[in-house]
């Protein structure tokens, strides 16, 4: 009698477990899973540049271009002066633009457009089910003090008005127990030096924050000079085909000279 007790109290316990287990399986967003952005516009890019701080060492940027076939956007990231304890790291896209201050937790949650919420943690074999800015969620942690990562996001857009639009938005790079350790603001990259830190010393997120707009009139503005930039840099185009990870020769004159940014930026870094 008591060992049937306790077989049935054993049972019910198996049955709490593979409930609670249940709760860990991809959700879907209040709105229902992320959308694919299949209409971003050809040429547009936006950069968050990151430059030490008081509170941090990271240096780096984090390029978004249009993807090839207009599906998504391409990141193009690289990073360095990451914390050596603390890792992985996390990093996303979050909602509001970071403040003059400089203050990170100012720019609010994740970019999350369906209401997904942040547990339980994005499954990357499900990146519709992640919250669209889990960046490192859906594409991985860094784990070391020096990052580079390139990948398409399918689920990022870069329309003004649209709920997974990214170019009003900001970068935030946490330690792995959720502290905001740097942020910067995305800025229009489209001609190719917009928003660009050119003084490793400047205080970048005060400078970026000057250039950067939640206005959607100026964001078309930007749409309208990427295309005018486009057909500008195409003569050139071929000349620079030796890089694969873009394509459309706007984008790919804006991956080259945001490298030759970046190792310039690392050079200095070095020394
Ligand atoms: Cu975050």
Redesign the pocket.
């Known amino acids: 009698m008591l060992s049937s007790m306790k077989i049935a109290a054993a049972i019910a316990a198996l049955a709490t477990a593979v409930v609670a287990q249940s709760d860990t399986i991809p959700v879907t967003g209040k709105n229902g899973d992320a959308t694919i952005q299949s209409h971003n516009p050809a040429g547009v890019a936006y950069i968050a540049s990151l430059t030490p701080t008081s509170k941090s060492n990271i240096s780096g940027n984090v390029l978004a271009l249009t993807s090839s076939d207009m599906v998504g956007v391409n990141f193009q990231i690289a990073l360095t002066g990451l914390p050596s304890e603390g890792g992985p790291f996390?990093?996303?896209l979050?909602d509001y633009p970071v403040p003059a201050d400089g203050n990170c937790t100012a720019t609010g949650a994740?970019v999350d457009p369906f209401v997904r919420g942040e547990a339980p943690v994005c499954d990357p074999a499900s990146p519709a089910t992640c919250q669209v800015g889990d960046l490192s969620g859906k594409h991985g942690k860094p784990t070391n003090e020096t990052f580079s990562a390139t990948y398409v996001d399918k689920y990022v857009s870069t329309v003004p008005g649209d709920g997974s639009f990214m170019g009003n938005r900001s970068i935030?790079i946490?330690f792995a127990n959720k502290t905001?350790i740097a942020c910067a603001n995305f800025v229009d990259y489209t001609n190719g030096t917009a928003g660009v830190n050119t003084s490793s010393s400047a205080n970048g997120s005060s400078s970026a924050t000057g250039s950067s707009t939640r206005s959607s009139a100026s964001q078309t503005g930007s749409a309208t000079s990427s295309s005018a930039s486009g057909s500008r840099t195409s003569g050139s185009a071929s000349s620079s085909s030796g890089a694969a990870v873009s394509t459309g020769a706007a984008s790919q004159m804006l991956a080259d000279s945001a490298l030759v940014a970046l190792v310039g930026g690392l050079a200095m870094f070095a020394i």
Do not use: K, Q
Request: charged share 10%; proline share 0%; hydrophobic share 25%.
């Open positions: 996390l990093y996303h979050h994740h935030v946490h905001r």
